[in-house]
């Protein structure tokens, strides 16, 4: 099977019904803060909360009876997982998933939720594939690829087909790649819809194993990264010359770009965001003027994070941005003296979240104490001018923690 535009809109006729067709959302604060027209394609909001469930629907939709009798084994860091069992259940096909050790514990529940049994098995998705290849080899069950097969391309490719439905004339599409399958399916039909479309890519830093086979390197992925849905250390033979054939370019982003993605999206917009389905905004949120006066076109590829990640993105977006502080507050070991220091935040319009009176371990002098404060503010400023209220006391004070300059 080769895919074309035609493969893609046959596939969009035959996810009618099964799937979400998701919006694509125009976003101001976003554009006021790069200088494009900015819309995001929200396959967060999709049935199993990624763009998988489309590629995975294809494929097993193209199976005989005999493949659904013998079942089907896949790989999968989360979203493929879910993509494949929500299809299986739907099929009645038996399923089990190989996923990494690692991966975050709301995407291994709501896969078995679907039904299908879930094996942690490696450190990451190459591991995964490997054990899952062999299980298939054991068991003489299909394997379903999560990105190299065409079949799954033309089901990613959808997302663009929807895309410019609603806004035709995109100047460019950024697309969140690990191994290549939406980044594929999505080039082919913009490309077949607006040949002048720009495609770029984006990839995690500690995973850019895209862009380095384009560029003719070696693949150095490694590490454990927020982005965990688009950390393949190899990329697809399939995909790979297809986006050699289309994409522009790839950002290659840093975990602390993809980190700030995701707090953006979920304080400014209120679009909760995995990693890997932020990595486009990052990409934007690099571009440095790249995309000012651009109509650009942003796949937000999946919503399954982790609620303690999500929680942990959220706190340190706090403290970064200087509403979280931690102080450390020296003063004479008497009474009254921690009312006075929370009277004095208190009236400033500090909030104190958390009090830690430090009495032992401590080289001061034996009638003074530290106290260990972290305290929630208005901004970075409104935080300087309690330290600064707090010292002109006589209450000797240093920030534990601040914003990351």
Not at 251 to 271: C, H, K, T
Request: proline share 3%; aromatic share 4%.
């Amino acid at each position: 099977m080769t895919v074309t535009i035609d493969a893609i809109r046959d596939a969009a006729r035959q996810l009618q019904g099964e799937i979400i067709r998701t919006p694509a959302l125009p976003v101001r604060r976003l554009s006021r803060a790069t200088g494009a027209e900015v819309y995001l394609k929200l396959e967060n909001l999709q049935v199993t909360g990624s763009f998988k469930v489309r590629g995975a629907g294809i494929k097993l939709g193209s199976l005989s009876d005999d493949e659904r009798a013998r079942g089907v084994v896949a790989a999968s860091a989360g979203n493929h997982a879910q993509g494949v069992a929500y299809h299986a259940g739907r099929l009645g096909i038996a399923a089990t998933i190989y996923m990494p050790e690692g991966t975050p514990f709301t995407k291994v529940g709501r896969t078995e939720d679907l039904g299908a049994k879930v094996v942690l098995e490696g450190i990451d998705f190459n591991a995964a594939r490997d054990a899952a290849l062999a299980h298939a080899e054991e068991t003489g069950k299909l394997f379903i690829a999560p990105f190299d097969d065409p079949h799954v391309i033309a089901g990613q490719g959808t997302v663009a087909l929807e895309l410019l439905e609603d806004v035709p004339d995109l100047d460019i599409l950024i697309v969140p790649i690990g191994g290549g399958g939406l980044m594929a399916g999505c080039a082919i039909a913009a490309h077949a819809i607006n040949p002048g479309i720009e495609m770029v890519g984006a990839q995690t830093a500690l995973y850019p194993s895209m862009a380095q086979a384009l560029n003719g390197e070696a693949s150095t992925g490694a590490g454990t990264t927020i982005a965990e849905g688009i950390a393949v250390k190899t990329p697809g033979e399939i995909t790979q010359p297809i986006i050699a054939d289309h994409v522009t370019d790839i950002a290659v982003l840093g975990e602390d770009q993809i980190e700030a993605a995701v707090l953006a999206l979920a304080e400014g917009q209120r679009i909760v965001a995995e990693g890997a389905g932020a990595a486009g905004v990052a990409a934007l949120l690099a571009g440095d003027g790249r995309y000012a006066g651009k109509k650009v076109g942003i796949v937000i590829s999946g919503g399954n994070i982790d609620s303690r990640l999500l929680s942990n993105v959220l706190l340190r977006g706090l403290v970064r941005g200087g509403r979280m502080v931690s102080l450390r507050i020296g003063m004479s070991d008497r009474p009254g003296m921690l009312a006075e220091v929370s009277g004095l935040i208190g009236g400033l319009g500090g909030n104190i979240l958390e009090v830690y009176h430090q009495r032992l371990f401590t080289d001061g002098p034996i009638r003074d104490t530290e106290l260990d404060v972290v305290i929630e503010t208005i901004d970075a400023e409104h935080a300087r001018a309690i330290v600064e209220a707090l010292c002109n006391a006589g209450f000797q004070t240093r920030v534990l923690s601040n914003r990351k300059d």
